[in-house]
């Protein structure tokens, strides 16, 4: 059983950063892959960035190539989605999900555990 918070959400200005933490409980944390969503107003949720169990492999939508870095301490149990450069079509809740059964988690089906979201908020 793995329970997810996110955290860091808030307003940014286009061209801002900011830093998405996701905090899991549970022992076993390191046996799952984990990957940021998100979900804008009226659209399907969709895949940001996945890191793999040891952190040491990370996939990006082509959206957010270049821009956002995700990175993972499996001892502290968090993972971290950094935002640069941010636009307004970032504009969403993101959301940190865990799965078990996948080495790399960029589908929404592959999901075992979802967060409740942060919302970002991104002006011109």
């Known amino acids: 059983q793995v329970s997810l918070v996110e955290s860091g959400g808030g307003l940014v200005q286009a061209g801002g950063s900011l830093r998405l933490s996701c905090a899991a409980s549970?022992?076993?944390?390191?046996?799952?892959?984990v990957g940021w969503f998100r979900q804008a107003p009226g659209k399907e949720r969709e895949f940001v960035a996945a890191?793999?169990?040891?952190?040491?492999?990370?996939y990006y939508a082509d959206s957010v190539k270049g821009r956002f870095t995700i990175s993972r301490d499996n001892v502290k149990n968090t993972v971290v989605l950094q935002m640069n450069d941010l636009k307004r079509e970032d504009t969403a809740v993101y959301y940190c999900?865990?799965?078990?059964?996948?080495?790399?988690?960029?589908?929404?089906?592959?999901?075992?555990?979802w967060g409740q979201g942060t919302q970002v908020t991104v002006s011109s």
């Open positions: 999900a865990a799965g078990l059964s996948v080495g790399v988690l960029v589908h929404t089906t592959e999901a075992d555990y």
């Open positions: 549970g022992r076993t944390f390191g046996s799952y892959a």
């Open positions: 890191i793999n169990r040891s952190g040491g492999t990370a």
